[in-house]
Nanobody
Framework: VQLQASGGGLVQAGGSLRLSCTVS????????IGWLRQVPGKEREFVGA????????YYADSVKGRFTVSRGNAKNTAYLQMSSLKPEDTAVYYC?????????????????WGQGTLVTVSS
């Protein structure tokens, strides 16, 4: 499984940005695609996730109501729509794939990772 995240950039506080994650390889319905972020000196933090063939989504409390995870119609792309962005959302954002049923909020649960995309929110 290969994942590639894109769409990062510089945005002002209060603005919006949409990240994309293109997924290739063998993906099954039970797989989960997650978004996690990391700032220098801190551990990778869970942001949101979606089951590959299921409408269930999961969010960190810090982004609930502001961020939305979704899948594209082509089913090989996942999105992270970010709204009402805050400076503390500044981080490198990663998309990752998890096989099986594991703790979705734990970075260690993810089996495959894409390269990160930097999101910078200015105040």
């Amino acid at each position: 499984v290969q994942l590639q995240a894109s769409g990062g950039g510089l945005v002002q506080a209060g603005g919006s940005l949409r990240l994309s994650c293109t997924v290739s390889g063998r993906i099954y319905s039970s797989h989960l695609i997650g978004w996690l972020r990391q700032v220098p000196g801190k551990e990778r933090e869970f942001v949101g996730a979606i089951r590959w063939n299921d409408p269930r989504t999961y969010y960190a409390d810090s982004v609930k109501g502001r961020f939305t995870v979704s899948r594209g119609n082509a089913k090989n792309t996942a999105y992270l729509q970010m709204s009402s962005l805050k400076p503390e959302d500044t981080a490198v954002y990663y998309c990752a794939a998890m096989f099986g049923i594991k703790e979705y909020s734990a970075a260690r649960s993810y089996d495959y990772w894409g390269q990160g995309t930097l999101v910078t929110v200015s105040s």
